[in-house]
């Protein structure tokens, strides 16, 4: 009881806090218009075929305000709060990404946003991560529509479906008839964050009324999310993927926007081409005067000069070898990070991290993401696997492996794996005859001691200790 107790509290203090695009008496001060009733704008009452259908414009009541009256109420219709600040003038203008084809769709998606709210016409769908720039570009659409004299309503999904539960109240200041027809109706709508409320039968069937009403209606929107629209509601995608929907400026005027690639490695979280430590592991800071002994001194040497060669032209599989983890990883991701300089995004993942994504998709009843996973592995121009662990006794493991690096294989598709252990023990390894077959190649895979192997600094070690006692006896 009390927990239901403390949610209509909560309920009530929510609809105590409707913000103030939501109030219909917004303006009570003002005498209500008979023709627009206190909206300010009005729809054109003509036939469904003729091309101003459902477009907004001002109603007469409106050449009576000042520039600074309108001004005002359009701030407070828009709900944008303090997102007042995010304007194009402040945008990054390629993006926070670093890669170049994702800078070149962030680019793109301003142009079209720009065009948008200048002439607010058709749908704009922005999708990527959190973090892409989504929020900001709707922010501006709307703050530039606002200056331009257009009306433009921005709404948090989340809050927005609080906000329609809360209507619900006997004692609520504005009903739920009334504030879902202001939404549905607005003559430009933002909806940001679509896909992170609760996907309630209740929320999925509000959200499909609101989306597919102004589907209908072809009223300007726009749609951020951060989900790929193939895993958002069927009905919702069909509205927001629609192909008459895709080309900008045109006859309807919309399009979908990717504005970071949503590749299945990067989505993940597996790619650490990004990483900065990663980033920071050139070939000009790795460091050659960290070795052990005139041997160990060669082979590192040896190692960052073939390393260098494969970088600046890759030509079939790299296996990095070593027991210092650390040389390994450096001259891996020296390797990507070249190759990345050049214009070339490299997937450089963990083998654990790629073995462990593929075990959690498995069993999805959509498995989409396991075979993306693997097919982006298997597929890509260059491809860096760190840590091969010999001694994984799994079948699984092995088979996925080597299902992923055979075609790799056959394509002769540069790849670089970095391994611990001697190619000798993988090839004595039970299980890992095909793969070992693959490695150990001549025609076209080429083995690279970065220092001295493990097993050679045990033989080592003792012989060094010998020539100091005799150096300190002599």
Same mark, same amino acid.
């Given at each position: 009881m009390r927990k239901l107790r403390d949610l209509i509290e909560q309920r009530g203090e929510l609809a105590?806090?409707?913000?103030?695009?939501?109030?219909?008496?917004?303006?009570?001060d003002q005498d209500v218009c008979n023709e627009c009733h206190g909206a300010n704008f009005v729809r054109l009452d003509v036939p469904r075929e003729h091309p101003d259908f459902g477009k907004a414009v001002q109603c007469r009541c409106v050449d009576t305000e000042s520039h600074q009256e309108r001004t005002d109420r359009l701030q407070r219709y828009s709900n944008i709060g303090p997102l007042t600040r995010l304007t194009f003038d402040n945008l990054i203008a390629r993006g926070r990404s670093s890669d170049p084809r994702d800078q070149a769709h962030f680019q793109r998606c301003v142009e079209d946003a720009q065009a948008f709210a200048k002439d607010p016409q058709g749908w704009?769908?922005?999708?990527?991560?959190?973090?892409?720039?989504?929020?900001?570009i709707a922010a501006a659409i709307t703050n530039r529509c606002l200056e331009l004299g257009t009306p433009a309503l921005f709404v948090v999904v989340p809050d927005l479906l609080d906000h329609l539960r809360a209507a619900y109240r006997p004692d609520a200041e504005v009903s739920y008839d009334q504030l879902f027809e202001q939404v549905r109706t607005a003559p430009v709508l933002v909806l940001d964050d679509l896909g992170t409320h609760s996907a309630t039968p209740w929320?999925? +069937?509000?959200? @499909?009324?609101?989306?597919?009403?102004?589907?209908?209606?072809?009223?300007?929107?726009?749609?951020?999310?951060?989900?790929?629209?193939?895993k958002l509601d069927d009905r919702l995608r069909t509205r927001l993927g629609d192909p008459s929907l895709s080309q900008p400026h045109a006859d309807p005027i919309s399009t979908v926007h990717l504005l970071e690639e949503r590749r299945p490695l990067e989505d993940l979280g597996m790619n650490m081409i990004g990483l900065p430590m990663i980033q920071e592991m050139t070939f000009e800071s790795f460091d050659l005067t960290d070795f052990r002994s005139p041997r160990d001194q060669t082979q590192r +040497?040896?190692? @960052?000069?073939?390393?260098?060669?494969?970088?600046d032209n890759p030509d079939g599989w790299m296996v990095l070898l070593g027991g210092r983890a650390r040389d390994r990883t450096h001259l891996a991701a020296a390797i990507a990070n070249r190759r990345r300089m050049s214009g070339e995004l490299p997937v450089y993942v963990q083998i654990s991290d790629f073995l462990d994504s593929l075990r959690r998709t498995i069993n999805d009843d959509d498995q989409r993401d396991f075979d993306r996973i693997k097919r982006t592995a298997r597929d890509c121009p260059f491809l860096i696997l760190e840590d091969l662990e010999v001694g994984m006794r799994s079948d699984w493991v092995r088979d996925q492996l080597f299902q992923t690096l055979n075609p790799r294989c056959l394509a002769r598709l540069p790849t670089v794996i970095t391994t611990p252990h001697t190619l000798t023990k993988l090839v004595t390894d039970p299980g890992w005859e095909r793969l070992a077959r693959l490695l150990t190649d001549p025609r076209f895979s080429s083995e690279i001691v970065v220092g001295e192997t493990p097993q050679e600094e045990e033989v080592a070690q003792p012989k060094r200790r010998a020539a100091k006692r005799s150096g300190r006896g002599t």
């Open positions: 105590s806090q409707l913000p103030s695009f939501l109030s219909l008496e917004a303006d009570l704009l769908v922005l999708v990527g991560a959190s973090g892409s720039g989504k929020t900001h929320a999925e +069937e509000k959200l @499909y009324q609101l989306i597919n009403h102004r589907y209908n209606a072809r009223l300007p929107t726009v749609v951020t999310t951060n989900k790929p629209l193939r +040497e040896q190692a @960052y000069r073939a390393a260098l060669d494969f970088a």
